[in-house]
């Protein structure tokens, strides 16, 4: 049984949890990460832990794809375009996952990821690179998520929360927004919550299609995979009376349709995935069901809902 929360706000510490203030004195990792460097921009954190086995790859090439120094790692010269870079990363991922090199890549998805950087290229992308090795660079990825709900007759908001399927690789069994995803290379965030609707709860296009972009989450996490800033689009959707959403690829065990009292009653229970929990406070909060006036901590809450990230963002240009 996971430990209860006191707060809220210490349910939203518990995902932005990467240090605020970097100690060098510290004997954490955390505390020590090295830049992954990309022109002028940080665009990613790799712990001391993964440099050894980035040291011996690249030296096992003849021709280096990485410079690699105390406190900072950077692309070697060469390599120069986004097809280099994509590559170069392509390349050691594929080494790493059959040399079995670090647990996270067991998770391998086949599912390629944007990575920003070079404003010369449409959207800022700098390169693209297999999803279940972000971590390891500590590489700054975005996602969307769902609020679907109802409303009673008396007009009070129910909230569909889902409940993740205990074959999971990842957080089995915990509580979900009622659709959420990754937005992998080549898909808008509109696309993906379409997509991600029919895929995880059965929502068809022409509902799916209504939900409105409402926020974006931010904070800084990590896990035993390695380090995961995050940014999530948000969107609400009111489901139509008489729908239900089904889950449809596994992701999903069943939905629930709760009052926003029995929401937050189970993050305090450390019942949901971290960030997901993010995503119902903020709803709660937009929706005053959290008020100033009820919330000590109303204000120290949003800065952990709306961390400022360091890293380059997405630029679309139509």
């Known amino acids: 049984m996971m430990t209860a929360f006191k707060s809220l706000l210490d349910a939203v510490k518990f995902c932005d949890k990467f240090p605020y203030t970097i100690d060098p004195t510290s004997k954490d990792e955390l505390h020590h ?3 992954f460097i990309l022109g002028p921009h940080k665009i990613g954190n790799l712990l001391p832990h993964v440099m050894p ?17 105390q406190n900072a790692v950077t692309f070697a010269p060469w390599v120069n375009t986004p097809e280099l870079r994509t590559a170069a ?3 050691l991922a594929n080494t790493w996952r059959q040399e079995k090199t670090f647990a996270v890549l067991s998770g391998w998805r086949n599912e390629l990821y944007p990575v920003y950087g070079d404003s010369s290229q449409p959207n800022n992308i700098a390169f693209v690179m297999e999803r279940a090795a972000t971590p390891l660079f500590g590489i700054s ?12 007759e008396d007009g009070q908001i129910l909230m569909w929360v889902a409940r993740r399927s205990k074959t999971k690789q990842t957080w089995p069994g915990l509580l979900d927004n009622c659709v959420a995803g990754g937005i992998s290379y080549t898909y808008s965030a509109k696309e993906t919550i379409v997509k991600e609707c029919d895929e995880e709860a059965s929502i068809p296009t022409e509902i799916a299609s209504q939900a409105q972009s409402v926020n974006t989450i931010t904070y800084y996490t990590y896990t035993k995979g390695g ?10 959707l009111e489901i139509p009376k008489g729908f239900t959403p089904t889950p449809r690829d596994g992701e999903a065990e069943c939905f629930y349709l709760w009052p926003l009292e029995k929401v937050k009653e189970t993050i305090l229970n450390n019942e949901w995935k971290p960030n997901c929990a993010l995503v119902a406070i903020d709803f709660m909060m937009r929706h005053s069901f959290i008020t100033p006036d009820d919330e000590p ?7 952990h809902l709306h961390r400022r990230l360091e890293f380059p963002t997405p630029h679309v240009v139509k």
């Open 89 to 91: 990363m392509e390349a």
């Open 297 to 303: 901590n109303y204000i120290d809450i949003t800065y």
């Open 141 to 152: 990825t975005f996602g969307v998520h769902l609020n679907a709900y109802s409303k009673s």
């Open 53 to 69: 086995a980035l040291n011996e790859y690249n030296n096992s090439l003849p021709k280096k794809p990485f410079e690699i120094q």
């Open 33 to 35: 990460a090295v830049p």
């Open 227 to 236: 380090l995961q800033p995050e940014t999530q689009y948000v969107f609400d």
